[in-house]
């Protein structure tokens, strides 16, 4: 089980119990930097899962709008900030 915490790290639980942990708890703290390296280096067909989860994720929480200027702004702000990501992604 993935927990968001309050420092923006996510904490994954129970994930230790398959590696032989007994107490099956905390095994890693990540950053967000840390996953979105991670999903980095993973194949296009995994980032692919990646992006579905995140789709998934988005589509069962309630609906969210905002005017038109506020997105420009804000997926400018995201495609400039992980332009690299971006264009892996593309690919």
Do not use: C, W, Y
Not at 74 to 88: P, Y
Request: charged letters at 25%; glycine letters at 6%.
């Amino acid at each position: 089980m993935v927990r968001r915490i309050a420092s923006g790290e996510m904490r994954l639980d129970n994930a230790g119990l398959a590696a032989g942990n007994p107490t099956g708890q905390i095994v890693t703290i990540m950053t967000a930097h840390q996953v979105i390296d991670q999903i980095k280096a993973l194949s296009s067909e995994e980032r692919a899962k990646v992006v579905g989860f995140i789709h998934e994720m988005e589509s069962e929480g309630a609906e969210r709008t905002m005017d038109r200027k506020t997105f420009e702004q804000s997926a400018k702000q995201v495609f400039d900030r992980h332009a690299e990501l971006m264009h892996k992604l593309s690919q």
